[in-house]
Every structure is written in structure tokens, then in C-alpha cells.
């Protein structure tokens, strides 16, 4: 195996939706490469002391970010991170319809062939088997995540008419069962990651289990992972639920990560399911 390249819009993002896969086939010895789209200028701040970074007053964040974002790397054992056409190119978009969506160099309103092409520069230089970015909602309808997806997409398009495009592609995703079990797990909570859902397809987000293709079991690596969430201190606060399922790892649920095979071949799947357990299945050894 060689050669897993994920795709994701801002910092923290990598480690919430990938980390425990990312730290998994890291320790397993294969290549992963992060690339990041923007610094999440945007992003509230849970670290009072650290107010002032915020757009309407310093405007620093962004580079705050960027040690947050390479003490996650470092928890989660991956050394190759890149930001998408070099740290500040692109600026966190803002949630959709505000004002951050007109910032000149916000990435929702970048060109999209441009974008791509600093993205197969990457892919030409890892030749990655395997990419990993969002679904055509971005996950969950945020712009810069829809830009990723378009952006990563674009750049295999291109990558495979060279003829060094990814042989998978999958998307993140999270089985509305697995959701279904959340709110059950969270309700009452005072930090509810549901906020006021009673139903599952109440939720901006949530896949039908039939479309899941793989389930990566990396509680091998939950640790790891819960190391990098606490390195996002500024996103996440102490008292998250997130923050508190890394206090737990009993549970497992940090561990395992699913996902929506976008293109290529599906490989042997296991359980009553059929789903993938290495992204990697089905692929011919490099």
C-alpha cells in the first residue's frame, strides 16, 4: 500500500472526520498526505485569552491555526502536510450566505481549474492511490467543504489524464445508524452535537447505511486522535462532546470512521454489510 492523500477545507476538520484513519495507516507505514484549503480564519475561539485573533479585531487567527494544525499532524504521526497553493492562498469562506463569502481571496469564490491545479501538482509529486475529500455538500452544506470536493475532484480528473489519478476515491460519511445511536447517546446532553433533532433525517448530514462502502475499525489509533482534538484548543473546547469522548476512548466511537467510495472498484468487504475494512481493498499491491 502506498499513497493516501485527504483533502479537507480547514484546520481541525482532518482530525474530526479522518484522524483515526490518518494515524492508522501512518503507523501502518503507508504515505498520507494532508492538504488543507484554507487557515479557518473564520473559526469561532473557545480560548478567551486568544479574543483578540478573531476577523473583526486582529485578524490572526488563521496563523494561530496553523501550530494547531501541525501539533494535530504530529499526534497523529503524519509529516506531509500542505496547505492548497501555499499557507494563506485561499481564506476560510465563513458559513454560507455571510459576509466572509466576498472576501477577494476566500475559497468559495477561487477558480476552480486553479485550485485543481495545486492540487495535481501534490498528487504529480505523491502519485496517491487513494483520495479521500468530502461529498458534493461538503458533509454538511458549508462552502468551503463543497469547494474542497469540487476541487479535489477536478484535480483527479486531471491527474488521471496524465495518467497518475488515484485508483479509489471516497468521500467521509457517517451511517445514519451509527447517527440514530448518537442521538439516542446524547440526549439531555448540555453539549448535544444534534442540537434540537429528534430524527435523524432531521440532521444536515448523515449517509443511508446501503451507500456506506468502507469502515475503517482504527481504535488502534483513537489516542492519537484524541491528542489531536485537544491540539485544536482555540475549535474545541474543553467541555465539547468531542472533548469528552477522547476522555473516554473506551467507547470506541473515536475510532472507527466511515466512508462513501466515490470511484474505482469496490475490494471484499466484510460483516453483514459487506463494507470495506482498508481503503486500500481490492488494490494490487504497488
Known amino acids: 500500500m502506498d499513497g493516501l492523500l485527504l483533502v479537507h477545507a480547514h484546520p481541525d476538520d482532518e482530525t474530526i472526520g479522518t484522524g483515526a484513519t490518518m494515524a492508522h ?12 484549503c484554507t487557515l479557518g480564519e473564520e473559526g469561532e475561539i473557545h480560548v478567551p485569552e486568544l479574543a483578540g485573533l478573531a476577523p473583526e479585531a486582529a ?30 492562498r485561499y481564506r476560510d469562506s465563513g458559513m454560507m450566505d455571510t459576509p466572509a463569502n466576498a472576501h477577494p481571496r476566500c475559497f468559495w469564490r477561487a477558480d476552480l481549474d486553479q485550485a485543481a491545479g495545486y492540487l495535481v501538482e501534490v498528487m504529480r509529486e505523491v502519485r496517491p492511490r487513494v483520495l479521500v475529500t468530502y461529498d458534493p455538500n461538503g458533509f454538511y452544506g458549508h462552502p468551503d467543504h463543497i469547494q474542497a470536493h469540487r476541487t479535489a475532484m477536478r484535480a483527479a480528473e486531471l491527474a488521471a489524464a496524465e495518467g497518475f489519478g488515484p485508483a479509489k476515491i471516497y468521500w467521509t460519511g ?99 454489510d459487506g463494507w470495506e475494512s482498508d481503503l486500500f481493498a481490492g488494490l494490487a499491491p504497488p
Open 25 to 36: 495507516y501512518a503507523a501502518a507505514g503507508v504515505q498520507v498526505t494532508l492538504v488543507t
Open 59 to 88: 485578524d490572526q487567527l488563521g496563523g494561530y491555526r496553523i501550530a494547531e494544525l501541525a501539533a494535530a499532524c504530529a499526534a497523529l504521526g503524519v509529516s506531509d502536510h500542505r496547505f492548497l497553493g501555499g499557507a494563506g
Open 174 to 272: 457517517v451511517p445514519k445508524s451509527v447517527l440514530a445511536a448518537g442521538l439516542e447517546a446524547f440526549a439531555g446532553s448540555g453539549d448535544n452535537p444534534f442540537d434540537d433533532a429528534e430524527h435523524v433525517d432531521q440532521l444536515p448530514f448523515g449517509t443511508p447505511d446501503a451507500e456506506i462502502a468502507a469502515r475503517i475499525d482504527a481504535r488502534d489509533s483513537q489516542a492519537a486522535k484524541a491528542a489531536a482534538i485537544r491540539a485544536h484548543a482555540t475549535q474545541i473546547p474543553a467541555d465539547s462532546w468531542l472533548r469528552s469522548l477522547a476522555g473516554e476512548l473506551a467507547s470506541g466511537f473515536l475510532g472507527v470512521e466511515y466512508y462513501v467510495l466515490a470511484a474505482g472498484e469496490r475490494g471484499p468487504g466484510e460483516g453483514p
